[in-house]
């Protein structure tokens, strides 16, 4: 990776990524990959999402869907922990709550294949700054 | 249909049952999917329904209501306008919450990239801005410029204390030194709190910025960050990010080409509370005793080693780059008038929602309890709130309409602190509460000043003596005076602020206070030593079984005759009561 | 105006320096604002400011907390309450906390009568103590020369200030946190296994009964009293500096011949001077000082230079400590006492006739190092009968006068006995820093040059400046010689040696702050430095009025060469009057 040697540099680089992120959420071509992301705090992990990580990741191979399982921090339902938020393509992301091993099982056959909704939806209750 | 605590009590069950029913009569239960969803923190409105994709907002249904929705909206695509949310300023109903924010009482600046970007990844932070106030700050505004940004933007120190940051930027910028240092304050010691970890683990580069932010305005090329060892996490996340942007240049030498130089390095506390105050800090960082000394000299001109050093908390930091893009008249109408822009609470306690919530300043703790918190658990009533941690003190339902800011906590006799939000309900006894939290400030004490090593120690001493029915009324006037004095004259933050729970509670609570002293009876019944346990001959079947289990073997009893508990004997475990199938003994 | 300040304190308008504390300030119009952790020496640049006692707390108009007045800083235009309502029930709260983790067991405490905090509660009247709770409890701890009651700690930090920052010794730290705060050595180490090298700084400093010294009076008394003992006694040189303020004379007065009456009152056999033996150390390490330098001179690179001083036990433990890898630098002379004891045990007794183990050799001494001193094993004989017995210090000895019923005011003046009380002025001024080079000098220079000292007074190594620096001229040489007092002083001119920057030839070092005069077994100073003036000044006016002022001219010491040793650093005198030292870096 060469260092980023301007400001203007910076902002080259922000587009690129941000462009090929969009790409990744907001394509609504069925190819696309479908995104989860794991609540990955130290609360979380202590609630067991280490482990829901790893399941998720085994569970999609074996079940050939093709996912991006990424961690991310806290998002603040401590109260529901794990959490873990899908993206579908060209669909708003929803974070589902009190995730175990079974539900992983559910929101892969259900949700990401079929996009049957499931309990224990957790609705973002804030707004987050955008900066630019 | 939210199955929050609060709308599971008011009977969202029901609610979805009768959905299901209606939806399977009208045979429309392969289109329409009832889906069961966490609290929306809008527990007043309660029960709430969703519908997607119209995004529709339905508050206050009755499981008869059920009905009409299928009927009218699902079926006829109408919208029943008698359940919309009404927004009491426009007194208008809401029809639709997609791009309405009435029931989003949160907002998040600090904790903007937690929850959304991968920590380990910089791209992700740069694809949200990340570093771009950093470029601007170098290389399109003066240091002063920056410091006037800041300082024009109200925000105050989030660590606890409040002071201006930008004045504080300031004092360290205009000392002449040969080298300067940034101090990042990550040493959040508070019970039950945790803003800062979430932060460093969830968005470890907002607060990197933030410090080359800080180095580049007060003329420091060198940043710490002192945090608690027992966040491995955090200070993993911290070193991957540290080493991403020192790749990228965004850290180390002539950064996105400028003059400017600025690395940052970790310190690591073990965990001592009182380190968690900036000369007790900056003591540790140089491998002294973690003990505070007398200000002035501030840090600013005399700190780390000696030099003029700026420490801000996690917090604060991660403010700071938002600030700079979206500028100082944007925060501004955040807040109240003398506390702008948002707050990071670590919700805990008897709340059904604990969690780490961020709000604009001003929201009252009837937002934060009963809307985002989703209301007390079990139904119970909602007794207290502590602030503050161990140095704030509890606030009562009178203060629950009262909006947070810095101000206006300490009017009400606690404090903001660093973050801390501990729910408290009716089976929480105050005199406990105070009793746990001086427990604490006695653990956490450094010793060096006679108020808070010993004082601290007395004061703990009178509170134990009172939950154990020891206590007199001198006690009470003794806890006073003897509080009071500690504040006035202890050294440090921690000294000065540890005797408000005692403080507090006896403004608040004195009832309680009396009803231990008086009556020896703690009225929560929390307090082991002035409960009795008794066994009701009526219901007791003289099984044996609660003798059998008694540690203490304080129970005697022939089989089938009641049982009868020895109060001297009796340790109050409370295992009796656990293991009676009788419902034969109470506590009294 | 701009360097001064005006502010008020309780209605007075008062002018001073800018920088000036609220407590010195006070001070200036006659108000006393109480303290205990507090301590300046100003002459010395110590200072102990932890500002945590909380006893001098103020009120000072628009600010929300009391402010401790040891450490803010007078302020233009400041109003400061000293003793208003609200300052007087802090204080008085405070105080009772302080108590209530402290025995209360004055009667018995070592330190009644002489206890800042007892003086305190006296002060405030305090009868009652309304919160009583738990005390710290520690076991009493003991070394050879101080004993630690930590029970009584009322954690004013003055003893670490002194280890650490003045000494660098460090063997005294703050352990524990809150309540358990106290002071320990690491590790929670006895003082004994510690790097502590006894020099009673600790003790002299701490305001209350924590820090005392190992008391051996009531061994003293049976000796006194047993008819098969000769008991003889030395008096080292600071000690009648310092005697005559526990029986109120004012500091400064020296009370030599009453303390010599005092001691035959006591029951010594013979009441000897350590000065004489002070006198025989400048002959050997003077003459060790000639020699190294006459081979440097000629020549030789294998020569230890410079050369330091080995009079004080603790300087002796600091280097034997810290400084192992220089062992071969300090002259191998023995100290005083112990030169004294050696001569006693074997010239004295021999001469009277005794027998040794029927001989107690008694020193009194300003010090607590010379306790443990005395106690070494290689300056006791092959059946481990020490040269000197036991140590008394000054503290003790006024005690003793006291118990024995002995109007020490009323006592006439008498002078030693002969031959072991003879000595010149050079010997009395070993008990002020700088003393031991000057009477070094006195002594070096008529040798070396073989001509006669005009004037014998070497001013500039006098004095309370920590680090003291002076140059003489033998006959076309500059003899560089340096002095430090206080062993952090020390240890910078130690690491200069070792980092081959040194400029001098000759060192002087005394562990204690002015040297012996404020040694840890005198009166106790409690920080105050003006004592330790007036006591050195005592020192060198009975130096100046002494008919001999050179070592060398002392006719008792000529005659011990004559009649025993023969020269300087002779066989016999290498035997009797030198020593070596140990690695204790480990």
Known sequence: MNKVKSLDDLRKMRESVRASLDLREKSDHPDQMVQVKVSMATCGIATGAKEIMNYFIEALNRKKVDALVTQTGCMGYCYAEPTVEITLPGKDPLVFGYVTKAKVDELIDKYIKEGILLDDILPITYTVVKPE | MCCGTGCRASQSEQIIANLQEILLQKELQEEVQVVRTGCFGFCEKGPVIKIVPDNTFYTEVKPEDAELIVQEHLIKGRKVDRLLYLNPETQEHEPDSKHITFYKKQYRIALRNCGFINPENIDEYIARDGYLALGKAITEMTPEGVIQEITASGLRGRGGGGFPTGVKWNFTCKVEATQKYVVCNADEGDPGAFMDRSILEGDPHSVLEAMAINGYCTGASKGLIYIRAEYPLAIERLKIAIAQAEEYGLLGEHILGTDFSFDIELRYGAGAFVCGEETALIHSMEGLRGEATLKPPFPSERGYNGFPTNVNNVETYANIPVILLKGADWFQQIGTEKSKGTKVFALAGKVNNVGLIEVPMGTTLREVIFGIGGGIKDGKRFKAVQTGGPSGGCLTDKHLDRPIDYDNLIQAGSMMGSGGMIVMDEDDCMVAMAKFYLDFTVEESCGKCSPCRIGNKRLYEILDRITKGRGTLDDLDNLRNLGSVIKDTALCGLGQTSPNPVLSTLDNFMEEYEAHIIDHKCPAGQCKALLSYVIDPYKCTGCTLCARNCPANAITGERKIPHVIDTKLCIKCGVCMEKCRFGAITVQ | ?586
């Not at chain 3, 007092?485 to 910078?492: E, Q, S, V």
């Open chain 3, 1 to 586: 105006m701009e360097d001064n300040v005006v502010l008020y304190i309780d209605n007075h308008t008062v002018v001073v320096p800018v920088g000036t504390t609220i407590l010195e300030a006070a001070k200036e119009i006659g108000i006393e604002i109480p303290s205990l952790c507090y301590m300046n020496m100003k002459d010395l640049c110590i200072t102990n400011l932890p500002a945590s006692c909380r006893i001098c707390v103020v009120e000072i108009e628009g600010r929300k907390n009391l402010a401790p007045s040891c450490a803010t800083r007078c302020e233009q235009g400041m109003k400061v309450k000293t003793s208003s309502l609200r300052v007087l029930n802090a204080r008085r709260i405070v105080l009772e906390l302080i108590l209530s983790d402290h025995p209360t067991d004055c009667l018995i405490c070592p330190k009644s009568g002489k206890c800042d905090l007892q003086r305190l509660a006296s002060r405030f009247k305090i009868q009652e103590i309304s919160f009583k709770g738990e005390q710290s409890q520690y076991e009493v701890e003991s070394s050879p020369s101080i004993i630690r009651d930590m029970k009584k700690c009322i954690y004013c930090r003055r003893c670490e200030m002194m280890c650490n920052d003045v000494q660098t010794v460090g063997a005294l730290g703050a352990v524990n946190r809150g309540f358990t705060s106290t002071i320990s050595p690491a590790f929670r180490k006895d003082l004994k296994d510690s790097e502590c090298t006894y020099c009673g700084q600790c003790v002299a400093v701490c305001p209350v009964g924590a820090l005392t010294e190992v008391d051996h009076t009531n061994r003293l008394l049976r000796d006194l009293a047993d008819p098969s003992k000769t008991v003889i006694v030395q008096t080292a040189p600071a000690v009648r500096a310092a005697l005559g303020e526990e029986f109120g004379f004012p500091p400064g007065i020296s009370v030599t011949g009453k303390m010599v009456s005092a001691l035959r009152e006591l029951g010594f056999a013979k009441v000897f001077d350590t000065d004489f033996a002070a006198d025989l150390t400048i002959m050997e390490e003077g003459s060790e000082l000639l020699d190294r330098l006459t081979r440097f001179l000629d020549g030789d690179k294998d020569v230890c230079l410079p050369i330091l001083t080995s009079c004080c036990p603790a300087w002796v433990n600091f280097f034997e400590h810290y400084f192992s890898d220089m062992l071969d630098i300090p002259s191998t002379a023995r100290s005083p006492q112990q030169m004294f004891g050696s001569i006693a045990k074997n010239y004295w007794a021999e001469l009277m006739n005794i027998p040794r183990e029927n001989l107690i050799v008694v020193s009194i001494m300003p010090c607590l190092a010379k306790k443990y001193e005395c106690a070494r094993e290689e300056f006791a004989d092959a059946g481990g009968d020490p040269d000197v017995n036991y140590s008394i210090s000054t503290r003790e000895l006024a005690n003793l006068i006291k118990r024995a019923n002995i109007d020490f005011n009323a006592l006439p003046e008498e002078d030693f006995d002969t031959p072991l009380g003879e000595s010149t002025g050079a010997g009395v001024i070993f008990g002020a820093s700088g003393g031991v080079m000057e009477a070094a000098l006195r002594t070096a220079y008529e040798l070396y040059t073989g001509e006669t000292l005009k004037n014998v007074d070497f001013k500039e190594v006098r004095g309370l400046q920590g680090i003291k620096k002076a140059s003489v001229n033998l006959k076309g040489f500059e003899l560089k010689i340096g002095i430090a007092h206080g062993l952090g002083n020390a240890r910078k001119l130690l690491e200069d040696i070792r980092e081959g920057k040194s400029e001098f030839h000759a060192i002087e070092i005394m562990a204690c702050p002015g040297g012996c005069v404020g040694g840890g077994g005198q009166p106790l100073h409690h920080g105050n430095s003006i004592l330790l003036k007036a006591r050195s000044n005592a020192l060198y006016e009975e130096d100046y009025n002494k008919p001999l002022r050179k070592s060398h001219e002392n006719p008792y010491i000529i005659k011990l060469y004559e009649d025993y040793l023969g020269k300087p650093m002779s066989e016999k005198a290498h035997h009797l009057l030198h020593t070596h030292y140990f690695n204790k870096s480990e």
